[in-house]
């Protein structure tokens, strides 16, 4: 949906929460959500993303009873997509790092390693 009602660019946004379960016995996790945002410039597409996130923020009770928290941390970046065009296969978001050790250890167990050709 447009922020401003006209026909806005996409921008992507990448929300991060915390999530903690009653009883305090389990440290809190975080997550982070790349959202899709269609807005008439980078500060609305901020504004825009720390509102999606405020509204995702939740609590429910599991299934043993004890309540779990989504909380809203905060937009960690929000930038215009890479591709105009959503319609196929595109990459819209980008970003660079130094280590794929760390990034292995933190994201993905299962990522080939390099130049595995896998």
Do not use: C, H, K
């Not at 440290?27 to 720390?50: M, N, T, V, Y």
């Amino acid at each position: 949906m447009s922020v401003n009602g006209g026909s806005d660019g996409p921008y992507i946004a990448v929300l991060v929460f915390r999530t903690e379960v009653g009883g305090g016995y389990d440290p809190p996790r975080f997550s982070e959500d790349i959202a899709l945002i269609r807005a008439g410039s980078l500060d609305l597409a901020r504004a825009a993303a720390e509102a999606q996130g405020r509204e995702e923020e939740t609590s429910y009770a599991n299934e043993y009873g004890e309540t779990v928290t989504w909380t809203f941390v905060g937009v960690a970046d929000v930038r215009a997509a890479l591709d105009d065009a959503l319609d196929g296969n595109v990459t819209l978001y980008s970003r660079s790092f130094d280590d794929l050790e760390w990034y292995r250890r933190v994201f993905s167990t299962d990522l080939a390693p390099y130049g595995s050709g896998s």
